[in-house]
């Protein structure tokens, strides 16, 4: 069985042809950087309309930053290293691996789950000025994201526990939501330089 | 079997090298974004000028080394939607600035 599938998948990957699953989720995925982009757009106009509020400046913590950046980072190569060993159709290590992306992705959520209750608490929350709602809008949209790659990949595990060997149908999943994952570590790189760190200058 | 699995999955899909590689590359353009700011080495808009160029090349480093985007003829649709994309967010993104900044000029609220 297992034999079979994989002398399937070689034979239909000859060419490296992307089955029109992976296709159509790299679309939706163009047009949630639509989404993202118009979010962003809102941001840019947005950003100093403080309206006598506290100002990024005041309000961003570096170090914070740093460890959240630090954990998508990383939590991206540990994807990428469960797809390594879903090629290999070793589905231990696939699985260790996707617990180790949870784990991290979990980190960066609580962290900024913490970091929006701080901020409301301190009277900063989304009603305060123009600048936050849209910071709100546009950081919580990322959030929200990861949240449901972490849903995803929960979701994987299951699927994958007890399993033998991964199917064509399988591998594009995992590939779907490789894609999703490092997509969200693109619009993150976006997030923390200009929401963050240009805020900061 | 799974040999030839391999072999025919694996360039299109990334190995441990590449992951690797990228994974340093985005580790140093990260650290050197955030360097800048915590420095204050640069000026104002030499700080927003060098965090736009290590994040353009930050992002080519991830399209490359972890979605595996390339110039081959079997990503051509890929690639075809992705740059309509680019191109619809950057008319949009600078569209909305250029308009927005010129309204707030003539009702004089700057």
Redesign the interface.
């Known amino acids: 069985m297992a034999h079979d599938t994989t002398v399937q998948t070689a034979g239909h990957d000859e060419h490296h042809h992307e089955s029109p699953v992976v296709f159509g989720f790299w679309v939706y995925l163009m047009t949630d950087c639509i989404i993202f982009g118009s979010l962003f757009a809102t941001f840019a106009v947005l950003r100093n309309q403080f309206n006598g509020g506290p100002s990024g400046h005041q309000l961003f913590e570096i170090s914070g930053l740093a460890i959240e950046t630090a954990l998508l980072l990383i939590s991206s190569i540990t994807y990428g290293f469960g797809m390594i060993a879903a090629h290999k159709n070793e589905i231990s290590k696939v699985i260790m691996w996707l617990g180790v992306t949870f784990l991290l992705g979990l980190g960066f959520v609580g962290l900024e789950v913490n970091e929006f209750a701080n901020m409301i608490h301190e009277g900063a929350g989304p009603d305060r000025s123009a600048f936050l709602s849209a910071f709100f809008t546009l950081v919580a949209t990322h959030g929200l994201h990861v949240t449901c790659g972490l849903i995803w990949i929960v979701t994987l595990i299951v699927q994958l526990m007890g399993t033998t060997a991964i199917p064509e149908r399988m591998m594009n999943k995992l590939t779907c939501l490789s894609l999703f994952w490092h997509f969200l570590d693109i619009v993150w790189i976006c997030v923390f330089t200009y929401v963050y760190l240009a805020s900061m200058v | ?2 040999e ?3 072999s ?9 090298t590449s ?2 590689i ?2 340093v590359l ?2 140093i353009l ?1 650290v050197l ?2 360097a ?3 420095t204050h080495s640069l000026s ?1 808009s030499g ?2 000028l060098a ?2 160029v ?2 353009l090349v ?2 080519v480093v ?2 490359h080394y ?2 595996h985007m390339g110039g ?1 003829s ?2 051509r ?2 690639n075809m ?2 740059v ?3 191109g ?2 950057a008319i ?2 600078i569209g ?2 250029f308009i ?1 900044n010129n309204t707030a000029i003539h009702m004089m609220s700057r």
């Open positions: 079997m799974s030839i699995h391999t025919s999955s694996g360039e299109s899909h990334g190995s441990v992951y690797v990228g994974f985005a580790v990260t974004a955030f800048v700011v915590a104002p700080t927003i965090l736009s290590l994040a930050q992002v991830h399209l972890f979605l081959g079997e990503q649709w890929n939607c992705f309509f994309t680019v619809f967010v949009f993104i909305t600035l927005m």
